[in-house]
């Protein structure tokens, strides 16, 4: 049914929403290559779920366009709202209604009739795991469930983009787990998705590419591999036994890895970001060059962790400050 | 309820199970406008089978309504309750189920918060008719209002002359005048931030709009600058239409002011109703 997909699905060119004074998005570049995950990565206010409400055809934009196959998403937004699907940060599923009902309705409104809308509902909770739960209102589902229900809410007719704004937010690892699965299977079969995160492992784990937003602008954009060599490599934190080794340990780690060592507010713990890229597969290396010789000096290093880049690290080295949560907009 | 809320079995999502239900996810042909509101009106009915209190107003209240102001009232302007009945009864049913409509913008403006209206207007439906579907549900609580109005009274001794015809008639008339009266709270309900606000407003439309009408008195016992403001009012050709049509002596000049006014409400509410349902 989704043909072979080929070209872009979504194709953004300065996108811009004010409301007020606050230019939630300020100019959003995207292109979002057909039947892959692209990942919309930044922090809360940033302008993600802003910009996907506009590519979704809920909110006009003020300045831009943007097409999803083709279709301009302002003039032809009925022929969008054919292609695409939305799953909101906020549960879109009717919470007074049964996960059944909820799956029925919506079957209606795609045009099914009744009892075509109840087999295709009934068939979708049991992919998804919640036949048990089908005539229990959405109120008494779990977070995990609801979110479950609510992706099947957005496959009733399989979509060609799929827009999940923040799917994992507030699970808990194991329904996060699942939703990830589920995105996996999704893009298997064709659907191009486009996924607004805040942390950059789920981003890494499921995107093939990403744009880094911030303030309303794409400020970095590549696949997971190219973002984080810009960030380097990675961190070792080191702990110490005692305090009063640090300052010689930070000479020599400074030495040896030739980066900049920070002094954490703990007194034996020190964190060291590692230059150089993914490919070169260099930071376990440096790292454990570094362990030997903080061992060859007699230093005692009680803990050690070598740690991927974080969102609070790409966000450091793109824009010098941390990820701090910015004003929260709608 | 009792339960916990988390009683998740241990799910694994298979691959074969979702990529067949993906697989058949052909849509079929979209839903025509009517098919739409029905299936809208049908989320209107789940919700009152699933949170029944929400009756409360279309029961209780009229049952208040219509004893306190037979027994209040009707000694001192018509001689006696029994008299006054005749009169009031199919005003009282008017003002009661016109006083119900203002639940439809606050059932719009609590659902526009949640997610599930996002969900809605990524559809590509009919546009109004997620505003037709609340609409349906509510013309069935207008019937629950008068049809509970019309048992008290007929017990409290209303003998319409119009007979059953009449009184279905009556009812028919206010329920579809009740449908497109609602467009304005609609539009309010996308209009307004606020829950409060709505409810602010719509006291502000509606206890004028009520009181200040034919329903309680008769308007030749009003000043002359009122008598104006109630000629216009529209409910009170609407209760005029319902009364003769319930006792038998129905002025068909009030029925198609009625139509008139209904026509009028569903063009101006309901467009301005849809420019922000787009807009938002």
Redesign the interface.
Do not use: C, N, Q
């Given at each position: 049914m989704v043909s072979e997909p080929t070209g872009l699905a979504i194709e953004a060119t300065g996108l811009v929403k004010t409301f007020g004074d606050n230019r939630a998005v300020d100019g959003i570049d995207l292109a979002v290559p057909a039947g892959t995950v692209y990942g919309v990565l930044g922090p809360n206010g940033a302008g993600k779920t802003t910009a996907v409400k506009m590519l979704a055809t809920l909110l006009r934009p003020d300045g831009g366009t943007a097409t999803v196959f083709g279709h301009d998403i302002v003039g032809e937004a009925d022929k969008v709202r054919g292609k695409v699907s939305m799953t909101g940060q906020y549960a879109s599923v009717d919470e007074d209604l049964t996960g059944a009902e909820n799956l029925t309705l919506l079957a209606r409104l795609v045009g099914h009739r009744k009892p075509a809308a109840r087999a295709r509902a009934a068939e979708l909770l049991e992919a998804f795991g919640l036949t048990e739960a089908a005539g229990r209102q959405v109120k008494k589902y779990s977070g995990g469930m609801r979110r479950r229900l609510d992706i099947a809410a957005s496959i009733i007719k399989t979509p060609q983009v799929l827009f999940l704004d923040e799917p994992t937010t507030g699970l808990d690892p194991r329904s996060r787990n699942q939703v990830w699965d589920i995105v996996r299977i999704i893009v298997g079969q064709g659907t191009t998705v486009l996924l607004t995160t805040q942390y950059l492992d789920e981003a890494d784990h499921l995107a093939s590419r990403i744009a880094v937003i911030d303030h309303g602008k794409v400020i970095a954009e590549g696949t997971p591999g190219e973002l984080k060599a810009s960030v380097g490599a990675g961190s070792v934190h080191v702990r110490l036994r005692h305090a009063d080794r640090r300052a010689e340990a930070e000479q020599l780690l400074n030495k040896i890895l030739s980066v900049e060592v920070r002094l954490e507010p703990d007194p034996v713990a020190l964190t060291a970001r590692l230059s150089g890229t993914v490919s070169d597969a260099g930071a376990a290396e440096q790292a454990a060059k570094a362990l030997t010789e903080l061992a060859a000096a007699g230093i005692t290093v009680d803990d050690f962790s070598l740690g991927q880049p974080s969102l609070d690290e790409v966000f450091m080295a793109l824009t010098d400050r941390p990820a701090t949560t910015q004003e929260e907009s709608r | 309820?009792t339960t916990t809320?988390?009683?998740?079995?241990g799910?694994?999502?298979?691959?074969e199970?979702?990529?067949?239900?993906?697989?058949?996810?052909?849509?079929?042909?979209?839903?025509s406008a009517l098919?739409?509101s029905m299936?809208?009106g049908?989320?209107a009915m789940?919700?009152i089978k699933?949170?029944p209190e929400q009756l409360f107003d279309v029961t209780a209240f009229p049952i208040m309504m219509t004893l306190m102001f037979t027994y209040l009232l009707g000694g001192a302007l018509a001689g006696s309750t029994g008299e006054y009945l005749t009169y009031v009864l199919p005003g009282i049913l008017v003002m009661s189920v016109v006083m119900t409509t203002m639940y439809t913008g606050l059932a719009v403006n609590t659902d526009i918060e949640?997610?599930?209206f996002?969900?809605?207007?990524?559809?590509?439906?009919w546009r109004p008719?997620p505003m037709v579907g609340y609409l349906l549900g509510d013309a069935f609580r207008y019937t629950m209002a008068s049809v509970t109005i019309l048992v008290l009274g007929l017990i409290m001794g209303f003998r319409p002359e119009g007979g059953i015809l009449g009184v279905l008639a009556g009812v028919g008339v206010l329920v579809v005048f009740s449908f497109a009266f609602s467009w304005l709270w609609t539009m309010f309900g996308l209009l307004l931030r606020s829950e409060k606000s709505v409810m602010g407003v719509s006291m502000m439309v509606l206890f004028p709009g009520t009181f200040l009408s034919n329903i309680l008195v008769m308007p030749e016992t009003m000043p002359g600058w009122l008598q104006g403001f109630v000629s216009v009012n529209p409910i009170t050709h609407v209760a005029a239409s319902v009364r003769g049509l319930m006792n038998g002596n129905l002025d068909p000049a009030e029925l198609m002011w009625t139509g008139i006014a209904s026509a009028v409400l569903i063009v101006v509410f309901g467009t301005l109703t849809m420019r922000l349902y787009n807009?938002?």
């Open positions: - | 309820m809320t988390a009683t998740e079995p799910y694994v999502p298979a691959s199970s979702l990529s067949a239900v993906l697989a058949k996810g052909e849509p079929p042909p979209r839903p098919a739409a299936a809208f049908w989320r789940l919700k699933h949170v949640k997610g599930v996002d969900r809605f207007r990524t559809l590509p439906i008719a807009r938002k």
